[in-house]
């Protein structure tokens, strides 16, 4: 029997991550945040000094751009960059944007497809992204995208900022929310869409253990499990 992938794309804040990360760990499959990766190189634009909006600048940096995942058996993914476990790094509000900005390079995309379509050859994946179903893995076994209402997201964040202690009117999050979708949806390299085949998850009015078992029924329905 040949390997599986499930794709799971989606847009911020439905909650991908974390129930990618589970139902992975629920299928013995390998977990892959493709994000991180964008993160990464853009962390790595930061550090060297480029602008990540720059074009020219970013993809002359990408052969020096060492760029490593590994992944612990509890579904952990730890990232590399030149050798440098820069995993907690990625996460800094400076690089969410510099992610943002090189990953709508066209030559980042190509560059970092075959890294990711390697895992898939090499394991049964869970894969999180954008265009996972679309571009990445256009035949994968599952496609699922998962998404919630833009208030519901909202909703989300607005709650995890305030445990966080960064708390920000609930209007701004949700225009925050809006104009990313905005961003995401209509950016001419790889923009957010459904595949045609991929079963959609909506969370909006269901909790996280709830979402999870949504998203989990669906996955063993399209696996034949
Ligand atoms: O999911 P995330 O926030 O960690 O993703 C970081 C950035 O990378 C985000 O701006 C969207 C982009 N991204 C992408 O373009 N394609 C993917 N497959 C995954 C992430």
Request: charged fraction near 30%.
């Given at each position: 029997m040949g390997l599986n992938s499930v794709a799971i794309d989606g847009p911020s804040g439905a909650g991908k991550s974390t129930l990618a990360?589970?139902?992975?760990?629920?299928?013995?499959?390998?977990?892959?945040?493709?994000?991180?990766?964008?993160?990464?190189l853009g962390l790595f634009a930061l550090e060297r000094g480029a602008d990540p909006a720059d074009e020219a600048a970013v993809e002359a940096l990408l052969p020096q751009a060492e760029i490593r995942m590994e992944h612990g058996g509890d579904g952990t993914q730890r990232m590399y960059l030149c050798g440098e476990d820069v995993t907690e790094a990625i996460r800094r509000p400076e690089v969410s944007r510099a992610a943002s900005l090189v990953s709508a390079i066209p030559a980042v995309r190509a560059y970092l497809l075959e890294m990711q379509r390697d895992l898939a050859r090499r394991h049964d994946v869970v894969m999180d992204g954008r265009d996972i179903g679309t571009v990445v893995l256009p035949q994968a076994t599952v496609k699922i995208f998962l998404t919630a209402s833009p208030e519901a997201r909202a909703r989300r964040r607005y709650k995890e900022l305030e445990e966080?202690?960064?708390?920000?009117?609930?209007?701004?999050?949700?225009?925050?929310?809006?104009?990313?979708?905005?961003?995401?949806?209509?950016?001419e390299t790889a923009p957010l869409r459904?595949?045609?085949?991929?079963?959609?998850?909506?969370?909006?009015?269901?909790?996280?253990?709830?979402?999870?078992?949504?998203?989990?029924e669906r996955i063993k329905g399209g696996l034949g499990r």
């Open positions: 990360r589970r139902a992975a760990q629920a299928l013995g499959y390998l977990y892959v945040d493709t994000g991180a990766i964008y993160r990464a966080r202690g960064l708390s920000q009117p609930y209007e701004k999050v949700l225009s925050d929310i809006v104009e990313r979708d905005r961003k995401d949806t209509t950016r459904q595949a045609e085949d991929a079963a959609v998850v909506d969370t909006t009015s269901l909790d996280l253990e709830e979402s999870f078992q949504a998203l989990l």
